[in-house]
């Protein structure tokens, strides 16, 4: 049992990078890292890099156990909710969820996404809000140029109105 325990916990340490070394090699437990791969969302390619960092050793991971670990690791990390926070922050969906769970998540990361890419509109707009009004305030500004700066003031303003607006009703939505 205790040993079990200590496999497991240096299974889990292990799955947070696939370089390893020839006693983690030996005394991995494959099933426990799938497990932590298939709950982080990570793709095949993982067991890929581990089988390689292994070979060096001469050991062959199980992959039969990794698999049945990763899929019950999906299990899970393909959730709405899951998708959703992995939308919002703004990171990449590597096509990992099976059906029928799959479109559950894909539309929580679409939602999500959606939030992430009206936010990050909205920083951009206010940064070139803030830079035109630092333009108007500077001396020697021609009126021309002050009309133009003025004119695209006004249109920043309106369109962050607009994305504000957006922003809200799509995280009402959530």
């Known amino acids: 049992m ?10 889990l340490l292990l799955a947070g990078c696939a370089a390893m070394d020839k006693n983690q090699c030996q005394y991995a437990n494959w099933y426990a890292i799938g497990l932590e ?13 581990r089988r390689r960092a292994c070979a060096e050793h001469g050991v062959q ?21 899951r998708g959703y926070r992995l939308g919002a922050a703004g990171n990449a969906y ?7 769970a799959a479109s559950d998540f894909v539309a ?22 803030k830079q035109t009004k630092a333009g108007l305030s500077e001396p020697g500004v021609s009126p021309r140029t002050r009309g133009q700066l003025a004119e695209r003031l006004e249109d920043l303003s309106r369109e962050a109105a607009q994305l504000e607006q957006q922003l809200a009703r799509a995280q009402s939505r959530r």
């Open 2 to 11: 205790k040993h079990s325990l200590a496999s497991l916990a240096a299974a």
């Open 37 to 49: 791969d298939g709950g982080q969302g990570r793709t095949l390619d993982r067991l890929g890099e």
């Open 61 to 81: 991971p199980d992959g039969e156990r990794y698999a049945a670990g990763r899929n019950e690791g999906l299990k899970s990390f393909c959730t709405y909710d």
């Open 94 to 100: 590597y096509g990992v969820c099976p059906e029928p």
């Open 108 to 129: 929580g990361y679409r939602r999500g996404k959606e939030i992430h890419d009206l936010g990050k509109r909205l920083n951009e707009v206010n940064a070139d809000i």
